[in-house]
């Protein structure tokens, strides 16, 4: 009822378990996959691939060896693809961050660029460029 | 109201869809601590799936849910019911073949013992006690819903949510079990209540809203004219 002086903790506590709760979000759930995906067929082809060469060099049945050579070029193409897909899902974590690191230094670029003074204050024909004199001796 | 002052229980704009069908278009609703709010609307409006969205078992597809103030869409529905959302189905769903004991004893995975599941229930329904040994499915109507209660009341809930508790009940049971709701209630649990006839409910209900077709075209304090509002929406004169 409303005029109930409700006796706050449970409440309390529901709202702290649930502030604290992680949800997780199904976009990054997807992309964690892919890269598990990827990493997995990278190292199943490298195996596949390292595979076949004993697999043909065991047989001097040349069917055999036909089908080590399939396993082998099947495992190349996993490794491909596998590294393909972890790259791209590694990477884009990455580049997202280098992305916005880039902008940021371009961004404060610019503000250094418009806001210094023009270099023509500087004494005419100081070949220093108007960084002080620290050698006492003269030359 | 909870510990932000907020409610424990906010829809906001929910939207919900069985294979594509929408069947909730927008629907809003809180419910503070300490609160019941009755949810009433005719066969298929929808209710029954609004209190599965509200406990994170069905996904909604629009809107937001909030619990204690945290926007919980994609959370997992244990994770929600561990923090302390219950949802007691329509039917019950307690084991008939089990004893009322056996049926108690299921809730200590909730982490607590044998004897403080018990007594707690028994404390509360004292005739569960006087049936502990009694297969469930023997027992009255209203002693099966108790016994849901009383096994739901073990997760110690903060939002409790009911589907249509009195259904198949008598009048009279109803109206001892909807005491006993208020009790939960003014022990400081959020109550959002879904009802088909209302009289009941109403007697203890804080607030009311009327769903209808997966809208909810009244809420407000359950009063004399609520009684023509649903007559109207049932009756379907209603624009
Ligand atoms: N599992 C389901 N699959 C498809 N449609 C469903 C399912 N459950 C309910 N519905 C439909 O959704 C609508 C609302 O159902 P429900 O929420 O159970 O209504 P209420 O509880 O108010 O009687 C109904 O039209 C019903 O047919
Ligand atoms: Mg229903």
Known sequence: ?139 | MGATGGPLLELSGVRAAYDGITVLHGVDLEVGAGQVVALLGPNGAGKTTTLKAAAGVHPISGGRLLLGGRDVCGARAGELARAGVCLIPEGRGVFPNLSVRDNLWMMTFTGRTREEVEDAAYARFPVLGDRRAQAAGTLSGGEQQMLALARGLTTDPAVLLLDELSMGLAPLVVADLYERVADIAREGVAVLVVEQFAAAVLKIADRAAVLVRGRIPWQGHPDGSLHAELSSYYLGSAP
């Open chain 1, 1 to 139: 009822m409303t005029s109930s002086p409700a006796p706050e903790p449970r409440a309390e506590r529901f709202v702290r378990e649930l502030a604290e709760l992680k949800i997780p979000d199904p976009a990054v759930a997807r992309a964690a996959l892919w890269l598990r995906l990827g990493g997995v067929l990278m190292a199943v082809g490298l195996v596949l691939g390292a595979v076949a060469f004993p697999l043909a060099h065991g047989t001097d049945n040349s069917l055999a060896q036909g089908d080590a050579l399939a396993v082998g070029l099947g495992g190349i193409a996993a490794a491909v693809v596998g590294a393909a897909l972890f790259l791209r899902y590694s990477l884009t974590g990455f580049l997202r961050f280098w992305l916005a690191r880039q902008s940021y230094d371009l961004e404060l670029l610019g503000e250094r660029l418009t806001t210094t003074p023009p270099t023509t204050s500087l004494p005419e024909g100081d070949p220093r460029n108007g960084v002080p004199r620290t050698d006492p001796a003269p030359r």
